[in-house]
């Protein structure tokens, strides 16, 4: 496999290095940047500067992207994988375009890394197919040459190539194990923790977390004791955090009407009495499946909801997977139910993806008509502005 | 009883439970509570902590005592365990409410009027009181360095929500009267009062009392020396009580 990789700066900058040299069936690997010869030579990588990225046969090649800011470049590129390693956003960058673009990037690519485990557990919660390159363990979990070198590798370092390799098997006859063995190492190490320091709450939390995300029903038990030392330690805003965790817990692992009555426990405003009514009459009229999802999405694990929401087929359920597309940036996918659906589409989430292709002009007439006419186009127009001055930035600092 | 109940946040027709734990309360204020208590709530629950005398007998004389348990082994010393006790035996009435009540504790009358008005609404889970403590006798409350309860709210009335999780600190004195996980939920803060007849006793009362505390707590590891010796004050600062 040849490996194309769209950095967020210059090859001094770059912190994948290690990473890079632990890909699997390394055939080639291009940067797009400035790289000098001996730079080139003693990491077996060739430059490549940005303009000449469309030359590569991008059928051949899998996308390392380390900045939501290539993203039309991603799109546009159509390269057989596309890896995103998603970072958190930097200091000169603005926050809400960054998050917001580096959701649309995590949303197309087919495999997920990051070194933030916020944004790991954030994106295990969006989606499947999320690798933590960071890890607790401190012994070698294998080795592997490359060419004639001998690395001795980390657990995720372990997990990152098999995720690598795992892009190029059938799923269907590879299941992507290696994200259970993450979830149970991630899990191991809170309970771990949490017999080491009994008092402290987010720890607990977290391996409540991990234990869910295994779909394990003891997870219960650590939110339990979280719940009790945030309590004690009168951390009280923890009411929506813990309870609506709990009855997610509950609705993965445990009974329905539970689950509903201890979000219904967190339901104050008048959406959120919506919200309870309508999972109330969706318990009664045997719609197990539509509470499921939605109590997921409740607790903002729309990864799961989208499981469910995806192999049904009623109306109401379709517009609750469109929901869970748009809070998910699977924008395209919501687009397409939308407009088989309702017959019309969100004009804001069309022109971004008009934007993303490229397709200047259509965003804007789908941003004007989205903004009515009330001059609610300019934080849209002004936010294309400012996506393209961060990609601007982006090409400068490749470039050196 | 079911754990599963809806509207869960009922704005009509709910059902107050008062609870009690009491010890050897015959003879004092006992009958007087549960009197008034008779008057605005549906049920009353009492947890008897091992009395020798015959409160048992009295709280049963009440109809509206519907459930009462009478430990053998006084359980003052391990308090966490008797609060869970009365929590659990007060929620098997399945009510919407439960008002916590002390054997020596009186609402106001405007309280009492406002007591439906109070757990009718689905907008808090919980009610505070001002407490007063009235002292030497029942017309006159104290105000002082000492003692100011009644500067804060404390909790007494709270919504039961099946499926939320009450818990009580595990300590042996000084365990709040309601479960902590309350303090998560929106409450309110009531301007209603409540007149607490704890002290509201003869001077040389007082001195067995400051002589109880002195020998459960002699180091002050549960409360504070100097309030205990408070209690002894020949000229406390009293202060008229006004319906």
Known sequence: ?400 | MSSHRWPLRKTAGNRLTAMMQVRNEAGRYLEQVLEELSEFVDDIVVVDDGSTDHTAQLCRSFAKVTKLVTLETSLFNREWELRQILWDLAVSTNPDWLLSVDADEFYEETAKREMRRLIDQDVYDWVSFRLFDFWGGTTHYREDEHWNIHTKHTRTLVRYLPNFHYFFPKMDHHVPRLPLSYSVLPGFLAELRVKHYGWAVPPEELRLKYSRYMELDPEGRWGSLEQYQSILDAQPHLIEWKE
């Open chain 1, 1 to 400: 496999m040849k490996y194309l990789i769209l950095s967020g700066g210059s090859w001094e900058d770059y912190e994948y290095k290690r990473l890079l040299e632990l890909l699997p069936n390394r055939e080639g690997v291009c940067f797009a940047g400035r790289m000098t010869s001996e730079q080139q030579t003693n990491n077996q990588i060739r430059a490549v500067a940005a303009a000449d990225i469309y030359s590569l046969n991008m059928k051949q090649y899998t996308i390392l992207v380390s900045s939501p800011y290539w993203l039309t470049e991603v799109l546009s590129l159509q390269a057989a994988y596309v890896v995103a390693l998603l970072e958190r956003c930097p200091e000169e960058e603005k926050k809400w375009l960054w998050d917001k673009y580096s959701g649309l990037l995590g949303a197309k690519a087919d495999l997920v890394a990051t070194r933030s485990e916020r944004i790991y557990l954030e994106q295990s919660l969006r989606r499947e197919g999320v690798l933590y390159l960071g890890g607790d363990q401190q012994e070698s979990y294998g080795a592997t040459f490359q060419g004639d070198r001998l690395y001795f590798l980390t657990d995720y370092e372990v997990l990152w190539r098999k995720a690598i390799v795992n892009l190029w098997q059938d799923s269907t006859i590879s299941p992507a194990n290696w994200v259970t063995i993450q979830l149970e190492l991630r899990a191991d190490y809170y309970i771990s923790m949490c017999a080491k320091l009994p008092s402290q709450p987010v720890v607990h939390y977290l391996a409540a977390s991990y234990l869910y995300l295994l779909g394990d029903p003891v997870a219960n038990r650590y939110l339990t004791q979280s719940f009790e030392l945030m309590v004690l330690y009168e951390y009280l805003d923890c009411l929506h955090s813990h309870f609506r965790f709990f009855s997610a817990i509950e609705g993965k692992t445990g009974d329905l009407e539970t689950a509903v009555q201890q979000y219904t426990i967190t339901a104050f405003t008048a959406e959120e009495k919506r919200d309870a009514e309508r999972l109330r009459g969706w318990l009664h009229s045997g719609q197990y499946e539509l509470v499921r999802a939605e109590l997921f999405r409740l607790n903002e694990d729309e990864a799961a909801a989208v499981r469910i929401l995806s192999s049904l087929t009623t109306s109401e359920a379709k517009l609750l997977l469109i929901q869970n597309y748009i809070r998910t940036f699977q924008w395209e996918k919501a687009l397409e139910l939308q407009q088989d659906l309702e017959g019309s589409v969100d004009g804001v989430i069309e022109g971004t993806i008009h934007l993303l292709h490229g397709r200047r002009h259509e965003a804007i007439r789908s941003f004007l008509n989205a903004a009515g006419q009330d001059n609610q186009a300019w934080p849209l127009l002004s936010e294309m502005a400012d996506l393209e001055e961060a990609v601007k930035r982006l090409k400068r600092r490749v470039e050196g």
